[in-house]
């Protein structure tokens, strides 16, 4: 799924601020199940949008609404129903869903309450760990279904670095190395000459993030 948290209020007021009415649209998509924008966070949103406008001496009527699905045409006309009630959309989905309401309605400016951060799983209660890097050139078919791109702190493709400490990377004691991981599970399988294969040299010019991200929400955990 893909993991996202919300932007700090101040941001999202200073996108607004110019703005007599604000529609709220929440996602119950991806980013419900990491509880960063569901009905409900877009509620307590709404509610914030209110105050911290009311504390700038200005006044917003909020309206909320939700939609299936924000990255989906087939739901997107669903916003026509609250047609007149908003001045500009607040979106509570991921990037791609802001997106993809600004390529349909080319006359509704649409802002971002959420920062997309990763693709990620639920390791556990309350916190997202990143296992996919979208990099449009899977070889997870050649390491056992672990990615090295989002997993790796280096993104190395052709095996472990030699900072690896007891199965652990270098940058910190509790990120598993990936390839370790890669390692032992083929092994499993009886397919380790399968980390002889060599991987093709890659574009990294648009890489640059420091290792594996995860979101954690205190309130969640158990």
């Known amino acids: 799924m893909i993991v996202a948290e919300r932007k700090p209020m101040a941001e999202i007021i200073e996108m607004v601020k110019d703005c007599k ?9 991806c980013v419900t199940v990491c509880s960063a924008g569901g009905e409900r966070e877009a509620e307590i949103l709404a509610s914030l949008l209110r105050l911290g406008m009311r504390k700038e001496g ?14 989906d045409r087939e739901y997107i006309d669903e916003i026509d129903q ?15 869903g802001v ?53 790796c702190a280096k993104s190395l493709m052709n095996g472990p670095c030699g900072g690896s400490v ?3 990377c270098e940058i910190d004691k509790n990120v598993e190395c990936v390839w370790q991981s890669i ?5 499993s399988f009886n397919r380790s000459a399968q980390m ?13 993030h420091g290792g594996p991200r995860k979101t954690v929400r205190d309130d969640l955990t158990v």
């Open 183 to 187: 390692h032992d599970r083929l092994g």
């Open 196 to 208: 002889e294969v060599i991987a093709p040299i890659r574009d990294w010019s648009t890489a640059g």
């Open 166 to 168: 007891d199965g652990k």
């Open 82 to 96: 609250w047609k007149g009630q908003y001045d500009a959309v607040v979106s509570t989905a991921c990037g791609v």
């Open 99 to 151: 997106n993809f309401i600004s390529n349909l309605r080319k006359d509704t400016m649409v802002y971002p309450a959420l920062n997309t951060t990763f693709f990620g799983g639920s390791a556990k209660q309350g916190e997202w760990t990143e296992q996919c890097a979208g990099c449009g050139n899977c070889i997870l078919h050649l390491t056992g279904g672990l990615c090295p791109v989002a997993r």
């Open 58 to 71: 200005k006044t917003v009527e909020v309206t909320i609404g939700s939609l299936v699905r924000q990255c």
């Open 21 to 29: 009415k604000v529609l709220v649209l929440a996602c119950r998509g």
